[in-house]
């Protein structure tokens, strides 16, 4: 498995929306719906945000959504607030028992 | 609440081995369905996936490491360990110690250990 790719950065409005892509493969993110995607702070653990390319872990806003079209996912923030500025990494395993792979990480600026 | 929390050493110089140990609090070890996982993040953000062992010791490591990675478990304190051989520069990184609920994905990490080389 390769690395997924996503832009370096992506910038937003407080209140407007963002979306971030994460392009993989077929056999990949094409292929499986193992699609995760992570917000980091600076000097902080990465934060499950996204799993399942759309499921939602307990506690996430409904602000965060998730979606998935041919070899690429994309997360959107929806109502950009303050807080949302962090490193977003999107993940992608080809199934149970092997790896998970990650994109390089978008800076989300919230201008 | 399900709490990780990763203990390492300090600085190390090449050809070294790591040994790195997470502590799981909220959780045993070996309650079936998950994988223990660890994970590296270098300097320029990069993450990459080191590998994993399950509450029956199965391990599985990513093919760039697998010659050099090797996982064990300590039931009695309720952790897992990392140890990589031969180190060198570029295993410099924060080093994390994860949950990964198989589908539910990485859902649990540690705060991070920082292994300078």
């Known amino acids: 498995q390769s690395a997924l790719t996503q832009p370096p950065s992506a910038s937003g409005s407080p209140g407007h929306s963002v979306t971030i892509s994460c392009t993989g493969s077929s056999t990949d993110i094409g292929r499986y719906d193992f699609v995760s995607w992570f917000q980091q702070h600076p000097g902080k653990a990465p934060k499950l945000i996204l799993y399942e390319v759309t499921k939602r872990p307990s506690g996430v806003p409904d602000r965060f959504s998730g979606s998935k079209s041919g070899n690429t996912a994309s997360l959107t923030v929806s109502g950009l607030q303050t807080e949302d500025e962090a490193d977003y990494f999107c993940?992608?395993?080809?199934?149970?028992?092997?790896?998970?792979?990650f994109g390089g990480g978008t800076t989300l600026t919230v201008l | 609440q399900v709490q990780l929390q990763e203990s390492g050493p300090g600085p190390l110089r090449p050809s070294e081995t790591l040994s790195l140990s997470c502590s799981v609090s909220g959780a045993s070890i070996r309650s079936p369905g998950y994988y223990w996982t660890w994970i590296r993040q270098h300097p320029r953000k990069g993450l990459e996936w080191i590998g994993y062992i399950t509450h029956s010791g199965t391990t599985y490591s990513a093919p760039s490491l697998t010659s050099r990675v090797s996982f064990s478990l300590d039931s009695s304190k309720n952790q897992f360990s990392l140890r990589l051989t031969s180190v060198v520069g570029a295993d410099s990184s924060v080093y994390y110690c994860?949950?990964?609920?198989?589908?539910?994905?990485?859902?649990?990490w540690g705060r991070g250990t920082t292994v300078t080389v």
């Open positions: 993940s992608t395993s080809a199934g149970t028992d092997t790896y998970w792979v």
């Open positions: 994860a949950r990964d609920g198989a589908s539910v994905g990485l859902d649990v």
